[in-house]
């Protein structure tokens, strides 16, 4: 019984740390030209443009998959997520002004 609570314990805090790195992550970008994100990350999973004339550039966070543009993420199935970046034009750039992903504990 001890072993399963230490067991339960343990997971519960790596949980939270995970999702404490995913949110330290996604907002480090904030006020950043989209330039930046792609320099740092690679080509986003997808780029959404939204009703509102704002971008969202997708990024696939954690886990264990790897991410093949335009056709998903191949992997063994551990937890990551989907990390949108909104971004507006301001002249010639994209800058990003606001992050979202899941509400969930793995993030």
Known sequence: ???HLTRLLRVSLGALLVTGCASQFATS?????????????????DVVELPNGMRSYQYYWGGEG??????GVAGNGLPGCLINFIAERRGDSWVVVDTKW??????
């Open 1 to 3: 019984m001890f072993l």
């Open 29 to 45: 970008y904030l006020g950043k030209d989209s330039v930046a994100l792609e320099l740092e990350n690679g080509k986003p999973v």
């Open 66 to 71: 790897v991410v093949i543009p335009g056709a």
């Open 102 to 107: 899941p509400d969930r504990l793995i993030c």
